[in-house]
Structure formats: C-alpha cells, structure tokens
C-alpha cells in the first residue's frame, strides 16, 4: 500500500504543479488577449502636456499624444480609454496592472527601462529652459538661486538635479508649473521643448539657450507583456507609413 500511496501523492503533486504552471504561463501572455476580447486598452496618461496631452475648453483631452494611440489603435482593432493619473503614478499603475499601458511624453530611460518595457520611439525630443523676460535669466548659469519648477518623476527633473545652486519646485502638474511662472511663484520651468514651444505662443514666455537633452519618447507597458509591445510596434509602423504619423506631427505643429 506504502508504494501505491506515495504514487499517489506524487501524481498529485505534478497536477498541482501542472495547474500552476499553466495558470503562471497564461498569466504572462493574456494581457494582449485580454485586450482584444475587451476591444479596448487601458492608457495612464497626464494631460497637463501639451501639445502631447492636454484637456481643451470643453474637457475633451487632445494632443499628439492621443491622436496618434487612437490611430494605432484603429490598426489594431480596438480602441484606447485614457485614465488620468498624476505622470508620477504612470509607471507603478502600469507595473501593477491597474492600466494596460503608459503614453504621457514618456522619455526612454535605463532607469525606466528597470521597471517597464517601451515601444519602439514615436518622436524625438530634449529639455529645455523656459523663463519670463522680468527674470533677466538669459543662460543656464543664470539660474544660479533662482527657483524651477520641474514634473516630479520627469526628465526635467533629472536635468534640473544636474544645476547647482538652484530651488527644485514641483507644483501639482505642469498647468500649474507654467501658472506659477507667469505669476512670479516661479523663476524658470524646465520641460520638453515641443511643451516650451507650445506656451511660448501664448505669449509672456522665452526660451533660455539650447535643449539640455536629447530624448525618445517611448510607450510603456508592463515588463511581461512583450506582446501588447509587439502590436503597439507594428501599429506605429503602419501608421508611419500610410502617412498618419506625419499628418499628425503637421497638425500639431511638431518638428
């Protein structure tokens, strides 16, 4: 009975294992599925961006940004519901599941690259200083002491922790950032340029030199999920190539 009873054991043992390797295996390849069968894909995204994200007069979010995910997403057959969340909360809620995917101006970084996979770059882009004209800040040296408000968790902040002798800001969201500045809370912010250009045009505002950095904005997704990056990829190739991508960086007045 000994032999009979360990055989028993022993199968049952396999079967549980059985089970949770294939429960392990499922878990790492349904996102995609799961996606599909939804029709839909889940986006974290921050829209105080502009011109990658932003809400218009009526409270519909508009930019670069969601013009073209809703592109790649028609090549794909489903379509994006935005989440807004703090750019700071993007990376965890896309790590925990609690969104598909992160699309917010994203930089590719290796820190970044820690935590979460990235698509292939959808534009090119860098850091840049803006100020008002009432500071008298005409270089980066000239923020010596001055304050900067930067996006906590952004590239600008990487790039104003590099300065010496300055007071780091990091207000709600750069909507609020931008406030500050024109109110004098605020002597410099530091942004992507696309974002700097955008402002400059409401007036009130100049650039200070060059681009501190050069930077690929990237799509994030959760570490295991190779396949909604596949897909994201060969939709942003298609989107390339028929013209979209390029009607889109014209629409939005991008470079």
């Known amino acids: 009975m000994k032999p009979m009873r360990t055989m028993t054991i022993v ?16 878990a790492d390849t349904s ?3 799961k996606i599909q069968k939804a029709g839909k894909i889940t986006v974290g995204n921050s ?16 930019g670069f940004d969601i013009d073209l995910l809703n592109a790649m997403c028609a090549q794909l057959g489903i379509e994006a519901e935005f989440v807004t969340m703090d750019f700071g909360a993007i990376v965890t809620a896309t790590q925990s599941g609690q969104v598909n995917i992160g699309m917010s101006g994203f930089s590719i970084t290796e820190e970044r690259r820690k935590m979460v996979n990235f698509s292939n770059p959808y534009y ?29 968790g952004t590239t600008g902040q990487e790039e104003a922790e590099k300065i010496e002798g300055i007071t780091i800001q990091y207000p709600e969201d750069y909507t609020v ?13 530091i942004c992507d340029l696309p974002v700097a250009e955008a ?18 904005f990237a799509i ?17 190739a298609k989107v390339k190539a028929d013209g979209t991508y390029d009607a889109l960086i014209k629409k939005w007045e991008l470079k």
């Open 11 to 26: 199968a049952a043992i396999c079967a549980c294992l059985g089970v949770f390797l294939g429960q392990a295996t499922a």
């Open 199 to 216: 402002y400059l045009k409401q007036g009130g505002f100049e650039l200070v030199g060059k681009p501190l950095s050069y930077e690929e």
């Open 31 to 33: 996102t995609w599925d």
């Open 177 to 189: 950032a931008f406030v500050m500045l024109k109110n004098g809370g605020s002597d410099a912010v």
């Open 220 to 236: 994030i997704a959760n570490k295991k999920d190779d396949a909604v990056v596949k897909n994201l990829n060969d939709a942003l």
């Open 47 to 62: 829209p105080d961006y502009p011109p990658f994200e932003t809400l218009d007069d009526n409270g519909k979010r508009v």
């Open 124 to 152: 090119i882009s860098g850091q840049a200083v803006v100020t008002t004209p009432k500071t008298g800040i005409k270089s980066v040296d000239d923020l010596k002491g001055k304050r900067v408000a930067v996006g906590l």
